[in-house]
């Protein structure tokens, strides 16, 4: 069982930045960001791959936000730049199960564990 809990989010203007932050419980092979605003489907952001710094993104990433770990502390990272109000939106940290083939997958389906989510605002 793997538990998240997410923090980090808030309201910032177009062009700020903000880092979430997610701590695990247990361990995962794969751990990824996702999204959902209202209205919208969820939609993956980013992933990692525990351990390595193999990192993949959603096409809307656009070089924007970098997914980070530190191990040491069972903690996943968010630093999001350049946000958009497109960008606004309920943020998910979630891990696939242990010994999960990582897959580079953004699809929610692929991921057991999620948090509770953190909300970012973002205004023009």
């Known amino acids: 069982q793997v538990q998240l809990v997410e923090s980090g989010g808030g309201s910032v203007q177009a062009g700020g930045s903000l880092r979430l932050s997610c701590v695990g419980s247990?361990?995962?092979?794969?751990w990824g960001w996702f999204r959902q605003a209202p209205g919208k489907a969820r939609e993956g952001v980013a992933g990692i791959y525990s351990g390595t710094p193999h990192t993949y993104y959603g096409d809307f990433v656009k070089g924007r936000f970098t997914i980070s770990q530190d191990n040491a502390k069972n903690t996943v990272y968010l630093q999001m730049t350049r946000l958009e109000p497109e960008d606004t939106a309920t943020y998910y940290c979630?891990?696939?199960?242990?010994?999960?083939?990582?897959?580079?997958?953004?699809?929610?389906?692929?991921?057991?564990?999620w948090g509770q989510g953190t909300q970012v605002t973002v205004s023009s």
């Open positions: 979630a891990a696939q199960r242990p010994g999960a083939r990582c897959a580079d997958s953004l699809s929610d389906f692929t991921y057991h564990y």
């Open positions: 247990g361990y995962s092979n794969c």
